[in-house]
């Protein structure tokens, strides 16, 4: 069985930091894309970030680029996300999710983010 566990949001003023981790288990961590999304009240799920491990493909949504930075530790089938100088309008529900090239096949059950101005 494929699961995604998503922890490290919480509550941080604009300009701060965050580190997401999703801990994936029930397949073979190189054969899938990871990927980051967010769905903010109110609006459409949108891709953040995702990264193929077997051949270290990155790609950013335009609205977190130089700001977030996704990541893996393979031996420990962990995805993170950092994210720096957050704004007021990162606040959502982060979502991990796993599928072929980035393709969002598995979902977990996401982490609050909230930025205060």
């Known amino acids: 069985e494929v699961q995604l566990v998503e922890s490290g949001g919480g509550l941080v003023q604009a300009g701060g930091s965050l580190r997401l981790s999703c801990v994936a288990s029930?397949?073979?961590?190189?054969?899938?894309?990871i990927g980051w999304f967010r769905q903010a009240p109110g609006k459409e799920r949108e891709g953040v970030a995702c990264l193929i491990n077997y051949d270290g493909f990155t790609h950013y949504a335009d609205s977190v680029k130089g700001r977030f930075t996704i990541s893996s530790d393979n031996p420990k089938n962990t995805v993170y996300l950092q994210m720096n100088s957050l704004k007021p309008e990162d606040t959502a529900v982060y979502y991990c999710?796993?599928?072929?090239?980035?393709?969002?096949?598995?979902w977990g059950h996401g982490a609050q983010v909230t930025v205060s101005s």
């Open positions: 999710a796993a599928g072929p090239e980035c393709a969002p096949h598995y």
């Open positions: 029930g397949f073979t961590f190189d054969d899938y894309g």
